[in-house]
């Protein structure tokens, strides 16, 4: 009965090891419901050979019930299936955290690809701006090669401005409202590291030195280009601070429209020793220019018909320095001796053999306000004209350049003061009237009234798209201050005048800019001039730039 009921608990324990086999299993299949199909499969083989063991142990219980020594072989039987079953679920529970482990791989491989992708595209939109900038900088680079031809280089730039008047004088003769044009087209060489040169070509009526703005008028008829510039530069190796140039060219000297317009391009020769102090802590440049501008000839006398040529000799110290990390000041002090003017007051009077166009054409300026002396004859036809002053003119000139946080936002700041040394120094020169002719001046000459002014501000720039620019300026000049022919041609006059200039300009691309400039003067109130109202001078411009 002993071994009996030891048979009989032997078989309970392997029965509930088997039991727990079996209830382990849904549990496992719960932990691994991603699990594959053949584990399950493994795990039924497994349950099915624990029940064949049960029953194997049941034929040996009943077969050794009398023999103690044998009783426990079946009870470590059952304990080993025990085990294998222990160590099946064992085997299940590694199976479930593979599975675990490979969902947070592909759970990482899904985001790496997701990261891949972002990459791609960043990849993407760059060489998509690599692409454009390319395509930007080729047609910059094929804009470059059209304007360039081996050495030579072309610009140019045209003008339409719509110009009304008001007021003036009483009579309205200064009220009107014109359409203008302008230009000009530039061709510019670098032949080698000394020799540079070019010319240009611009509209405007030929008798008029200081404009190249051209009227819409004359029936429709053909507007003719002029020879504007034509000039070379040499710049030796050997001594590269220096500079030669001839021709017709650009001022090589700092100036105002106070003493010289920026549409005149002198004639002649001119010299230039440019020292630049990079290192030095205040003083940054200093200039020497020399010039030599031959701009008319005369015969000396009725008698005596040897060529007398009219000269203006004059220099230039210029100077620049850095004060400030945002300031500079450069500095200009310039000497302009006319010699033999009055060729130009006859020519501005009548056509002379002086005259543009070999003597066809008066020459044209701006009202000149000059004491001159005129000569007519009986028939009252002009036969001689004379300035009462000499004009040797000292000009100094001080700009400063203001940096601010901007780039677009730069400040200047400028004054010119010009005072003529020799005012009223030619009266003695001028000749006694012939026989049945008269002289005449149109205004006293006064030696007090010799000075100019020009104040001007600016604020801003006009040289890329969305740029702006507005300026202001002040201009006062007595009678006999300058030479009032090649000054600033857009004045009420060209000496004896007060003036007011506006300017505001905006870059609408790079190469088109839209400006206006509004001007308003009068002559000065004098004891030979009446008082006048302003004249008021409205331009309204749209310049392309080529």
């Known amino acids: 009965m002993r071994l009996k009921a030891l048979g009989a608990l032997l078989l309970s324990l392997v029965i509930c090891a088997g039991a727990k086999g079996q209830t382990q299993k849904p549990a496992t299949k719960k932990k691994t419901s991603s699990g594959t199909a053949e584990q399950w499969k493994s795990l039924q083989d497994t349950v099915a050979a624990q029940q064949k063991q049960i029953d194997e142990l049941k034929a040996i219980v009943e077969k050794l019930a009398a023999a103690n020594e044998r009783a426990a072989t079946p009870g470590q039987q059952a304990s080993e299936a025990a085990q294998r079953a222990q160590s099946a679920a064992d085997q299940a529970s590694q199976i479930a955290q593979t599975a675990q482990t490979a969902a947070a791989t592909s759970e990482k491989d899904a985001q790496h690809a997701e990261f891949s992708a972002a990459e791609v595209k960043t990849a993407v939109a760059k060489d998509s701006e690599k692409i454009s900038a390319n395509v930007e900088s080729m047609k910059k680079s094929f804009g470059e090669r059209i304007k360039s031809v081996g050495p030579f280089n072309f610009s140019g730039d045209f003008k339409l401005r719509d110009e009304p008047f008001f007021g003036g004088p009483s009579d309205q003769s200064q009220v009107r409202n014109r359409l203008r044009y302008r230009l000009r087209f530039n061709v510019n060489a670098k032949l080698n590291d000394a020799i540079s040169g070019g010319f240009t070509l611009a509209s405007g009526d030929v008798n008029n030195p200081i404009s190249t703005m051209q009227t819409a008028n004359q029936f429709f008829t053909r507007k003719p280009l002029f ?75 009725a008698a005596n018909k040897s060529i007398v040529q009219s000269m203006v000799y004059g220099g230039q110290l210029q100077a620049e320095w850095e004060l400030s990390s945002r300031l500079r000041l450069s500095t200009y002090g310039g000497f302009y001796n006319w010699h033999n003017a009055d060729a130009a007051a006859f020519a501005s009077a009548i056509a002379t053999a002086a005259s543009p166009l070999n003597g066809l054409l008066r020459l044209n300026n701006n009202s000149t306000q000059n004491s001159i002396g005129t000569f007519k004859n009986a028939a009252g036809s002009i036969t001689n004209a004379q300035f009462a002053s000499k004009f040797a003119l ?153």
């Not at 500079?243 to 391009?265: H, I, M, Q, S, V």
């Not at 009032?484 to 790079?510: D, K, P």
């Open 394 to 546: 000292l000009d100094a000139v001080a700009r400063f350049d203001i940096k601010t946080n901007s780039e677009r936002w730069p400040i200047m700041i400028l004054g010119d003061f010009v005072q003529n040394t020799r005012a009223c120094a030619n009266r003695g020169n001028i000749l006694p009237p012939a026989t049945g002719t008269t002289l005449s001046f149109n205004a006293p000459c006064d030696p007090r009234q010799r000075r100019g002014y020009w104040l001007e501000a600016d604020f801003g720039r006009s040289r890329e798209k969305g740029d702006w620019e507005f300026n202001y300026t002040r201009i006062f000049i007595e009678r006999e201050a300058v030479l009032g022919i090649f000054n600033f041609s857009e004045m009420r006059q060209g000496s004896n005048l007060t003036q007011h200039r506006v300017q505001i300009y905006y870059q609408a691309l790079n190469n088109i800019q839209l400006g206006f400039v509004g001007l308003i003067g009068r002559p000065l109130v004098t004891a030979s001039s009446a008082r006048e109202d302003f004249l008021k001078r409205l331009q309204f411009d749209v310049t392309y730039r080529f």
């Open 227 to 301: 020879l504007d510039r034509a000039f070379i530069n040499y710049n030796p190796g050997f001594f590269k601070p220096l500079t030669l140039t001839g021709g017709k060219f650009a001022y090589p000297w700092y100036r105002t429209e106070l003493t010289w317009d920026n549409d005149l391009n002198p004639e002649g020769v001119a010299q230039k020793m440019d020292f630049k102090f990079e290192s030095t802590p205040v003083l940054k440049r200093i200039a020497f220019v020399g010039f030599e501008l031959p701009f008319a000839e005369t015969s000396k006398t």
